[in-house]
């Protein structure tokens, strides 16, 4: 999209608003009004994305929109950002909550999966809504961030419970709070002697790239050892700007991965997912995860069979960097946790699905999408 095309989009629009992060979600496409300036919506889309949008919200940053090629109808973008009728689509085997994380949450917003460490949720916000998000039952429900008396609870049992050397800071996006409120956070788990490294999971670099400021870099360094994971899916994805906020990030000394989802017709293709984990290392990010695509409700339409993730990454491994290729795991339904999909894991496979061993030595199981 130039220039022109952004000014008649956009009323205000200039660089300066454009590379400015709080106008790019001030401006965000949450209906299909503005949507349809876009892109070209049909009259049966339209009403589809009505629907959609009753049960799940939308929100496009800018900057995400104007990556959307609107001559192409599988463009990888539109296909995350833009809702789908199949999201009404609810399989029986389809879950609120695949991962078991409240059955795992000691306080609310922590969840205490893993011995070491905790993930704690500090809001159900995010500057865009990806069509894939597993916590959907969550993230653009309700506009959630976490209380000081909610936090203090948290901060407590992290307290309590010194065998934590490692907390994850997730929502949501944490990145969408203002940097002092952030900051307050950090401050007090950074205070606790046994945590040891403090991690940020975000998908600001990808879809709100503008928002990784030096103000914010800054304040994060100040906190070491800090780990961000961002969630990068597809080759498109890697702009002259998520570029540059990545390098950012590196250069402030924080060691960066992503974790990208699999998803049909978005990136499983051997092809593409090579480019996009060699584009990653050029650009200083390691690919840590892919996942396999959780069993949530309403992003049935998005998922694979676990042989063809396995299939793709053995054409890839051993072809390029060892280092830019992922573990590929399988989040457990059931609470089950990451499960790398190796032989050392896999009890059995069928065409049906995969039956699971997971760190514990619990069997889970994990159905594969009907044809
Ligand atoms: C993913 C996750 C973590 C972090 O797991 P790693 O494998 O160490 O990256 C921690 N807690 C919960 C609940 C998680 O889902
Ligand atoms: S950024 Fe993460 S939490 Fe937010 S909608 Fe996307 S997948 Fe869900």
Not at 233 to 259: F, M, W, Y
Not at 331 to 337: E, I, L, N, S
Not at 345 to 370: A, C, H, Q, S
Request: aromatic share 8%.
């Amino acid at each position: 999209m130039d220039e022109n095309e952004k000014a008649q989009i956009w009323k205000d629009y200039s660089l300066e608003h454009w590379n400015d992060w709080k106008w790019q979600i001030k401006n965000r496409i949450t209906d299909t009004e503005q949507l349809s300036k876009i892109v070209h919506l049909k009259k049966e889309e339209k009403e589809d994305i009505e629907k959609c949008l009753q049960k799940f919200k939308m929100a496009i940053t800018p900057y995400y929109a104007a990556l959307i090629d609107d001559s192409n109808p599988d463009c990888p973008i539109r296909k995350q950002a833009i809702p789908s009728a199949k999201e009404l689509i609810i399989d029986p085997c389809e879950r609120e909550d695949p991962l078991c994380e409240e059955k795992y949450s000691p306080v609310p917003g922590l969840v205490h999966r893993y011995p070491d460490r905790v993930l704690l949720v500090l809001t159900h916000k995010c500057s865009m809504y990806c069509r894939h998000c597993t916590r959907r039952r969550l993230v653009g429900c309700e506009d959630y961030s976490i209380s000081d008396k909610r936090l203090e609870a948290a901060l407590e049992y992290i307290r309590k419970n010194t065998v934590i050397r490692d907390v994850l800071l997730s929502g949501g996006d944490p990145l969408v709070m203002p940097d002092a409120r952030l900051e307050g956070i950090i401050k007090k788990v950074r205070e606790i002697p046994h945590v040891e490294i403090i991690r940020i999971g975000t998908r600001t670099p990808v879809v709100l790239p503008m928002r990784i400021t030096d103000e914010l870099l800054n304040m994060l360094k100040k906190y070491h050892p800090l780990w961000i994971n961002t969630h990068f899916n597809h080759p498109k994805e890697i702009t002259k700007e998520s570029s540059e906020a990545c390098r950012k990030i590196v250069d402030a000394g924080i060691p960066l991965g992503n974790q990208s989802v699999l998803l049909r017709g978005v990136n499983d293709d051997t092809e593409i997912l090579k480019a996009l984990f060699l584009k990653l290392v050029s650009i200083r990010v390691r690919p840590y995860y892919l996942y396999q695509c959780d069993v949530s409700q309403g992003i049935g339409h998005f998922r694979t069979k676990v042989s063809k993730g396995m299939e793709m990454l053995k054409s890839i491994r051993g072809n390029i960097t060892g280092f830019a290729v992922p573990e590929y795991v399988i989040d457990a339904p059931g609470g089950g946790g990451k499960t790398p999909v190796n032989r050392d894991y896999i009890v059995d496979m069928t065409e049906e699905g995969v039956t699971l061993r997971n760190f514990e030595g619990k069997i889970f199981y994990y159905p594969n999408p009907k044809e």
